[in-house]
Nanobody, 128 residues
Framework: QVQLVESGGGLVQPGGSLRVSCVASGRTFSRYDMGWFRQAPGKEREFVAAISWSGGSSASANSVRGRFTISRDNAKNTVYLQMNSLKPEDTAVYHC?????????????????????WGQGTQVTVSS
């Protein structure tokens, strides 16, 4: 079992930056590929970014590429999402997710169903 707890959300002005974090319980964190998803009111949960178990490879959605960066620290059981140049359309609840079974290198990291564990989410609001 893996429990995920997100933090770091809040209110930020357009063009601002924010870093959200996700801490995982357990000693097997480094075995999991990790992803960030977001869900805005009235919309489906969508893929934002993913990182391989080692941290050596990452990918992001077209809508955030060049603005958001995913990283991880396996010694701290933590995955991060650095968000720069934020826009009002980035407003959503951000969830982290953990997936086993090599989902990153098999190309399944954009699929919600590929992940085994989810956090409760942290609210990010971009508004002036």
């Amino acid at each position: 079992q893996v429990q995920l707890v997100e933090s770091g959300g809040g209110l930020v002005q357009p063009g601002g930056s924010l870093r959200v974090s996700c801490v995982a319980s357990g000693r097997t964190f480094s075995r999991y590929d990790m992803g960030w998803f977001r869900q805005a009111p009235g919309k489906e949960r969508e893929f934002v970014a993913a990182i391989s178990w080692s941290g050596g490879s990452s990918a992001s959605a077209n809508s955030v590429r060049g603005r958001f960066t995913i990283s991880r620290d396996n010694a701290k059981n933590t995955v991060y999402l650095q968000m720069n140049s934020l826009k009002p359309e980035d407003t959503a609840v951000y969830h982290c997710a953990a997936g086993a079974g090599d989902i990153y290198y098999t190309g399944r990291y954009q699929l919600r169903g590929s992940y085994d564990y989810w956090g409760q989410g942290t609210q990010v609001t971009v508004s002036s």
